[in-house]
DNA sequence: GCAATAATCAACATTATGTTTATTATTATC
DNA sequence: GATAATAATAAACATAATGTTGATTATTGC
């Protein structure tokens, strides 16, 4: 996805704007942000944004990929190694809910993000797309409008549980969530048919 | 909450106003709508706009309380109706459907909106504030964290199915919702303790 | 070391913002 | 229907952010 090589110039500066995005996003509102302030933090010209990114709204774009990106190809490489038709957890799970509790003050910060392009709905697009297919061959359960509801139904409830933790300070470990994500999971599939 | 008696004129702009964004969401992300853009659809003086709302974001704001208030006094004058402790269903709901379908367009632009202030916060927040008391009550539940997780995921999962309620053309009917809702809300009470 | 190129700096035109003042049009109320 | 109150208009303005350009300096990969 992206160029193996960058110049080391190149990756130097994408990492300064980032992080001093994700400071300003911690203290004020997305929408409040310029990229004058964005380059102030950072310690560089305004100009030499403008030679990577297009806009605020471009680089938030790319950080939420980013993230987006990491967690897919977790569960890519779990993908590969499980069968799935025996056991009934979900090994992407773990390193999935360590990732973001490494990474809790970006991921927190673009899921609370109250005016900016849609975190939310691309990573419950990702659980829908990933989730959806496993789910239904596991519980032989058949592609109804109904089942298209609680799908939606599911996939957003859990992104609203991992907003949740999140939120919550002390965070719980990551394992607390992996089994209260598979519980959620084991008992809302009841609805399905 | 509004004034009783606000003057014709004053209507008649906050109308039209109102109107033009709904007009303007459903052809471009907000984050790029004016108040040019607002004011010259609205076909007003661009200082008229700053005689009522202070920026794009403040109007917008507005919109979504008016529609979230409108769903509060149906739940409030349920309440008053309803004997919580027999009934399992929420009478509540089928006017709030009702509501949603009949604002469907402007419903639509505000939970798909990408790059706003928080609707879908809100509208959890006013989910989460009139539920959790009553399923508590009725399911004999206790202030756990663990709770806390599964009202967030029960939540947020309600307004997913909302979202794609609003996304499926044809849209279904009030009532096969309601029945989706009042379903998956049994259901899911089961993984509170 | 050297050619390539990233970052800087200063300057610029363009656009949106938010405010002000004087004028016109509409309203509520008597 | 006349009138006082006030909403909407129109034009002008300062300010600030945007996005781009061209010349210069600094860093990089090889």
Known sequence: MENIKEDRRIRRTKKL????????????????ITVKDIT???????????????????????IENEILENIQNMINQDMEKTDMTDSDSVPALKPI???????????RCLINNKASVDFIDKFQ?????????IIKRRHNVKN????EYYFSFITLGIIGMVKKWLE??????????????????????????
Not at 22 to 32: G, H, P, V, Y
Not at 40 to 62: P, Q
Not at 97 to 107: P, W
Not at 144 to 147: L, M, P
């Open 97 to 107: 809910a360590e990732y973001i509790m490494d990474n809790a003050d970006i991921c």
């Open 17 to 32: 704007l980032k992080h001093a995005l994700a400071q300003l996003m911690d203290e004020k509102e997305f929408k409040d």
């Open 40 to 62: 102030e933090r950072a310690d560089l010209n305004r100009g030499t944004f403008y030679l990577h990114y297009t806009d605020t709204y471009d680089i938030l774009n790319k």
């Open 168 to 193: 919550t300070q002390p965070m719980a470990s990551p394992d607390e969530i992996v089994f209260l994500v598979e519980q959620i999971m084991t008992y809302s599939s009841a609805v399905l048919k």
């Open 144 to 147: 109804t409008t109904r089942n």
């Open 125 to 133: 697009n990702l659980i829908y797309v990933n989730c959806s297919d």
